[in-house]
């Protein structure tokens, strides 16, 4: 799947003019993640199955 055709929100952390600028896409068998810094739009990103997502959530939520 083409990074422009996810639907992505930035994350409730990111601030607009900072340096941490995390966005978060979900499709069915892949959780997308990528730095909005990096441009274009189609740029790179990490993908990352939903369980493995849900456990990091999870261990982040914690710290």
């Not at 892949?30 to 189609?42: F, N, Y």
Request: hydrophobic residues 40%; contains cysteine.
């Amino acid at each position: 799947m083409n990074s422009t055709e996810l639907s992505w929100f930035k994350s409730s952390y990111s601030t607009n003019d900072g340096p941490q600028c995390i966005e978060v896409a979900a499709a069915p068998s892949t959780i997308h993640v990528r730095d909005t810094k990096q441009l274009p739009a189609d740029g790179p990103h990490l993908g990352f199955a939903p369980a493995a997502w849900a456990a990091f959530v999870t261990y982040a939520s914690q710290t």
